[in-house]
């Protein structure tokens, strides 16, 4: 079974410093992988995704998540924090050819002006 | 991306009630899910929404308690019945759809309380 495992609960940074939010996976398959982020009161909002290709991929609102297949890792990046990044942000992951997406557990990041 | 609503946004709703979440999506999508998100905690994938048969059912939870319906490719319900306060949670609906089948776009969530 897919699972994903995040860490760390909060994660604070200050404003224009970079931002990174950790995630490893376990998967038996070829992983799909997600980055969902989620505002106070609002649904999930997709940031990006790696399926194939290259391991550095580029996303919503300027964040981008560096595909490790040896690390099993999928890290989220910013280079320059903004304060509206503040909010829970969740890694995801499937095996391909299954729909199940697992959720990890959320990261609360606090960008500090 | 599609857009979806759902509806309620909210309820407040007394143990032993039913409520009846919705889901609508603006274009036909090819698959239809519902998560919930209890307090504090990550998202838990209930069922996959089958087009004009039973949804499929993830470990844990059974449509006794959580019938769901799709009549057709834009719409999809959920019923939590016989609610206790354990399911006080966000319920939502994501979709997949032709352009992007490998994605699944979320909608905005039910915030569901009961008392």
């Known amino acids: 079974a897919q699972s994903v495992a995040q860490p760390e609960d909060q994660v604070n940074v200050a404003e224009g410093n970079p931002l990174t939010v950790k995630c490893t996976y376990s998967?038996?398959?070829?992983?799909?992988l997600f980055w969902y982020v989620q505002y106070p009161n609002r649904g999930l909002q997709f940031l990006l995704k790696?399926?194939?290709?290259?391991?550095l991929v580029k996303g919503s609102y300027g964040f981008e998540a560096e595909f490790n297949k040896s690390q099993t890792s999928f890290h989220l990046k910013k280079p320059s924090a903004l304060v509206s990044d503040s909010a829970l942000y969740f890694c995801?992951?499937?095996?391909?050819?299954?729909?199940?997406?697992?959720f990890g557990k959320g990261n609360q990041v606090v960008v500090i002006p | 991306s599609a857009v979806i609503s759902q509806k309620p946004s909210r309820d407040i709703c007394q143990r032993g009630t039913s409520l009846t979440i919705q889901c609508q999506v603006d274009?036909?999508?090819?698959?239809m899910f519902w998560y919930r998100q209890q307090p504090g905690q990550s998202l838990t994938l209930i069922a996959t929404?089958?087009?004009?048969?039973?949804?499929?059912?993830e470990s844990g939870f059974v449509i006794d308690k959580f019938p769901i319906s799709r009549p057709n490719l834009t719409f999809s319900t959920l019923t939590v019945s016989n609610m206790s306060p354990e399911d006080s949670s966000i319920y939502l609906c994501?979709?997949?759809?032709?352009?992007?089948?490998?994605?699944?776009?979320f909608g905005p969530g039910t915030r569901l309380t009961v008392l």
């Open positions: 994501s979709v997949t759809s032709g352009k992007s089948t490998d994605t699944q776009y």
């Open positions: 998967v038996s398959g070829n992983p799909y």
């Open positions: 790696y399926i194939t290709g290259d391991n």
């Open positions: 995801a992951v499937r095996e391909g050819g299954n729909n199940r997406l697992a």
């Open positions: 274009s036909q999508v090819t698959m």
């Open positions: 929404a089958n087009q004009g048969s039973e949804a499929t059912y």
